[in-house]
């Protein structure tokens, strides 16, 4: 059964500061990993998809990279700005669409 | 577009009663999910429609859940009779089914809270 891990559960930095958000699974045979944003009491966007023979991705200040004989996924948030403040999560599709999300990671970018 | 729908946004029912959630997809999608978020359990798939059919439900708690897509542009998902352990914010998603492309959007959500 596919688990997904991220680590930390919380972080607090303060503004401009670049950060690193960490993703782990248990079964390397995945389709994809996406990355979403979720705010207080709202749904989740989706911020990046990596396909499985992709090695990472690029929107803007954020970079997320793959690994999958590793099974790890890391989210890079370069320049953090207070607006950045939310829970990232991430999910792999371990076929036929099925999505195992991680427990997120709430973000705090300190002004 | 104007995203995926849900409604209502919140709902309070009392134990026992049947609450119907509904959600209207991104035009053109192919696939639908519903989803399921608890402080404890994180979000965990229901069940998933492809073509608007049933592909996989094997995340449907119990046979108190329902849900049924009768067309491309319309999903239900049905709790009767409804329990306290049922509240949580359920999320409808959707996306459309590519050989290399599988992203998925989500709805705002509904609150539910059974009392």
């Known amino acids: 059964k596919q688990e997904v891990t991220q680590i930390p559960a919380a972080l607090s930095v303060p503004e401009g500061e670049n950060l690193v958000l960490n993703c782990s699974f248990t079964?390397?045979?995945?389709?994809?990993l996406q990355w979403f944003r979720q705010d207080p009491g709202k749904g989740l966007t989706s911020l990046l998809l990596?396909?499985?023979?992709?090695r990472e991705q690029t929107s803007g200040r954020l970079n997320a990279s793959l690994d999958k004989s590793s099974g790890r996924s890391t989210l890079y948030i370069a320049a953090s700005q207070p607006g950045d403040s939310a829970t990232y999560l991430c999910?792999?599709?371990?076929?036929?669409?099925?999505?195992?999300f991680g427990q997120g990671t709430r973000l705090t970018i300190n002004p | 577009d104007a995203g995926v729908i849900q409604s209502p946004r919140h709902e309070v029912t009392e134990m026992g009663q049947e609450v119907t959630l509904r959600c209207k997809p991104i035009?053109?999608?192919?696939?639908l999910f519903w989803y399921r978020q608890t402080m404890m359990r994180g979000l965990e798939l229901l069940i998933y429609?492809?073509?608007?059919?049933?592909?996989?439900d094997s995340g449907m708690p119990e046979d108190r859940f329902s849900a049924k897509m009768p067309n491309a542009s319309f999903s239900t998902l049905k709790i009767q009779p409804s329990e306290p352990r049922d509240s949580a914010v359920y999320f409808c998603?959707?996306?459309?089914?590519?050989?290399?492309?599988?992203?998925?959007?989500f709805g705002p959500g509904t609150r539910l809270t059974v009392t």
């Open positions: 998603a959707s996306s459309l089914e590519l050989i290399d492309s599988y992203e998925q959007y």
């Open positions: 079964d390397s045979a995945i389709y994809n």
């Open positions: 990596i396909q499985s023979s992709q």
């Open positions: 999910a792999v599709s371990t076929g036929a669409q099925k999505l195992v």
């Open positions: 035009s053109g999608h192919n696939s």
């Open positions: 429609f492809n073509n608007n059919v049933p592909i996989d």
